[in-house]
Nanobody, 124 residues
Framework: QVELVESGGGLVQAGDSLRLSCAAS????????VGWFRQAPGKERDFVAA????????YYADSVKGRFTISRDNAKNSVYLRMNSLKPEDTAVYYC?????????????????WGQGTQVTVSS
């Protein structure tokens, strides 16, 4: 059974940093591209960042470029999202998702597995 578990969310102030973690089990992690998406109340689920299964290529939404960094540790079956200089508009539930041999540029409906999400709230 495949499981993705996010952690690391919380309530922070604008300008603070957080690191989200996504721990995977039940799959051959090395073959999966992992993406982070976020969804604010009343809004669509938006792409945030992705790291390709090769571990070489990363992709970011324009709104987070230069502030967020995605990385992976295949030995720990984990992907991380370091979020710096957080803004109130970053407030959302953050989800990680996995796509087998994914390109890194797929839309959310192309991912195979999803976590349950972790809440990030940034106060002004």
């Amino acid at each position: 059974q495949v499981e993705l578990v996010e952690s690391g969310g919380g309530l922070v102030q604008a300008g603070d940093s957080l690191r989200l973690s996504c721990a995977a089990s039940g799959l051959t992690f090395n073959y999966y591209t992992v993406g982070w998406f976020r969804q604010a109340p009343g809004k669509e689920r938006d792409f945030v960042a992705a790291i390709k299964w090769t571990g070489i290529m990363t992709y970011y939404a324009d709104s987070v470029k230069g502030r967020f960094t995605i990385s992976r540790d295949n030995a720990k079956n984990s992907v991380y999202l370091r979020m710096n200089s957080l803004k109130p508009e970053d407030t959302a539930v953050y989800y990680c998702a996995a796509e087998k041999l994914g390109s890194g540029t797929a839309g959310f409906n192309e991912y195979d597995y999803w976590g349950q999400g972790t809440q990030v709230t940034v106060s002004s």
